[in-house]
């Protein structure tokens, strides 16, 4: 892992010098603009010319829960430097590295696009598969502390091949593509797998109407499918005060109540989705589903588990800023005045709120494991301040019910702690450059 870390880090300064080395070429005969516009930015004075953006997020947490079994304490959410740059028009590349967390996965992003037409690009490498309208929005454009549960029954990042882009001015948002539904740099795949299909469909039916409440009115669909060996079969549902923590809500792995899986066929991925926002209030909701087939334990007959999620979300902006919706997803809140006490400005605040619902397949339930629980159903309450495009605070809280006990840990003295709710508050400062 080390030496791999080592490897992506002298492979970002590469593309760094080199970038530079370029810019030294043309500086002779074209001037360097510099600024800022959602990242830092260096770009050749001439038209369509060479630009290279470097940006970042760092996301210090406090996290305070309300069950004397769970342990309070700090921690860095993400820490990630990204890099994008367009080489000509018609070709971009983008990198992005998390330095946080000794077992992560470092290298997140690392892909190149070619744009076929102005409106439709190719992109090839790792990124983030084509599905949900929560995943595929930036952390930037969501306001609660975490993403639902519903999360974790989606793919995240894997490597592939993509077409996407969009007709009839924004009205349809479309992707596809082919990946090796491993997840990142084949983390968890083997070598009978089959690649993956993966696809979101997003329309806006009244994007050119002149109906302003309905402009930002979409639904959408993503589905993937793909034919797996037992080492996709590595579920992990974690609720908003068990991210970045050893624990989840429900586990299946390769082990279960019914001995070791020896063989396992299809895994199938379905989000439906909605999205509306009107001025200075927003409305979206997804439901997801997730099923595998044919899972044979040893000594039994094969069948398949079900997993499902939805969630709904409103959120009101009590500065007055608009919330915007634009190729499929949300876009980030600029406060109209930045905050400055001296004229004063305070920046933009934006309440939210959420219930959300996760139903776990009860037949591969191992009842004395006490780590998977039949149903969860929770209820967030968020505020955002939004001092700054780059700079933004987040009290979120959130509480989870449990159907079922949670092992928390095993004490130095033999007992066990348990948990059958979850109420945590998560303090958060978010800064996006």
């Known amino acids: 892992m080390v030496q791999n870390s080592k490897m992506y880090l002298w492979i970002i300064l590469f593309v760094l010098v080199w970038c530079l080395c370029l810019t030294d070429e043309i500086r002779a005969e074209n001037t360097l603009l510099t600024g800022y516009k959602d990242g830092f930015y260096i770009r050749s004075d001439e ?17 305070h829960y309300g069950e004397t079994a769970r ?26 590295y998390e330095f946080q967390g000794n077992e992560t996965k470092h290298l997140i992003d690392a892909y190149g696009e070619a744009a076929i037409s102005e409106f439709h690009s190719l992109r ?42 969009s007709f009839y001015h ?63 079969v590595d579920l992990e549902v974690k609720s908003s005060g068990m991210t970045g923590t050893g624990m989840n809500l429900y586990v299946l792995g390769h082990n279960t109540k019914f001995g070791v899986i020896q063989n396992a066929d299809n895994r199938i991925r379905t989000s439906l989705e909605a999205a509306w926002a009107w001025e200075s209030f927003a409305l979206t909701g997804e439901y997801f589903r997730l099923k595998y087939t044919d899972l044979k334990p040893s000594g039994k007959p094969a069948r398949d588990a079900e997993f499902s999620s ?22 980030p809140l600029h406060p109209e005045s930045v905050f400055n006490p001296a004229e004063g400005a305070f920046g933009a605040v934006v309440l939210a ?41 987040i009290f979120d809280y959130t509480y989870t019910d449990f159907s079922d006990p949670v092992r928390v840990r095993v004490n130095p003295d033999g007992n066990v702690d348990y948990v059958e709710k979850e109420s945590v508050l998560t303090l958060r400062f978010s800064t996006d450059f």
């Open 170 to 232: 924004d009205t349809v948002n479309y992707a596809a593509g082919l990946f090796n539904g491993d997840g990142i740099d084949g983390s968890s795949g083997g070598e009978s797998d089959e690649p993956e299909l993966a696809a979101r469909l997003v329309v806006s039916p009244f994007k050119a109407s002149s109906a302003e409440w309905l402009k930002f009115l979409q639904i959408g669909a993503s589905a993937t499918y793909a034919q797996i060996d037992l080492s996709n």
């Open 47 to 63: 038209q369509d010319g060479m630009e290279l953006r470097v940006g970042g997020t760092l996301q210090g947490d406090y996290r």
């Open 71 to 96: 342990d309070n304490r700090f921690d860095i959410r993400r820490a990630r430097l990204m890099f994008r740059g367009q080489l000509t028009p018609w070709f971009r590349v983008g990198l992005t």
């Open 310 to 331: 939805w969630y709904v979300s409103a959120m009101c902006c009590l500065t007055g800023e608009d919330f915007v919706l634009s190729r499929g997803v949300m876009k």
């Open 124 to 165: 090839f490498g790792q990124f983030k598969e084509p599905f949900s309208l929560e995943w595929q929005t930036r952390n930037k454009g969501l306001y609660f502390a975490e993403r639902s549960m519903g999360y974790s029954l989606g793919p995240k990042r894997d490597i592939g091949l993509m077409l996407h882009g």
């Open 353 to 393: 709120a959420r219930a959300e619902y996760f139903t776990g397949d009860e037949d591969w339930i191992n009842p004395v494991a006490f780590v998977s629980v039949k149903e969860a159903d929770a209820y967030s309450v968020a505020l955002n301040w939004i001092l700054h495009p780059m700079h933004r605070m």
